[in-house]
């Protein structure tokens, strides 16, 4: 749950548990596991990871621009760098090459610098709402230091 800083209100999450489950926790504290590898919802998993971004991305920037840190799971981003919880402690923005999302293989994967190996590898099935994070630390990655 992700709370705006000036209203208070609090956002709805989305987690991706496994290759075609999805949880969604409302912003009551509710959730609902969805599997669309049923008949009929194969599409409805791509419809949410496109729509989603849209209503949350504006929201935790807004948040992260007033000091906030920004949680996805055991990742953390806020104004100096990148943080994870179960593994490397802190990567700043100096250091932050890029980050690399695979869908079918199930990872994450955060560059430092001209390394060959990642700086960490995370599964999505402990990060929610990848695509937002994906696109935040994008975003702001390119912002100049």
């Not at 949880?23 to 009551?28: E, G, K, P, S, Y």
């Not at 504290?29 to 599409?43: F, N, Q």
């Not at 935790?60 to 760098?81: D, E, H, K, M, Q």
Request: glycine share 8%; hydrophobic share 35%; net charge neutral.
């Amino acid at each position: 749950m992700v709370k705006d800083p000036k209203t208070g209100e609090s956002t709805p999450t989305t987690s991706k548990i496994a290759t075609d489950v999805y949880i969604i926790q409302c912003a009551d504290g509710s959730t609902c596991e969805i599997d669309t590898s049923l008949y009929g919802l194969s599409a409805f998993g791509p419809a949410i990871e496109q729509a989603y971004p849209r209503f949350l991305f504006p929201r935790l920037l807004a948040s992260y621009r007033a000091g906030n840190p920004i949680a996805f799971g055991t990742l953390s981003v806020s104004p100096a760098g990148i943080s994870n919880s179960d593994g490397p402690a802190h990567l700043s923005w100096g250091s932050f090459q890029g980050i690399q999302v695979e869908r079918k293989k199930g990872e994450i994967s955060i560059r430092r610098g001209s390394e060959v190996q990642p700086w960490s590898t995370i599964s999505p099935s402990t990060t929610p709402n990848i695509a937002v994070f994906e696109s935040l630390v994008n975003t702001l990655a390119q912002q100049p230091r």
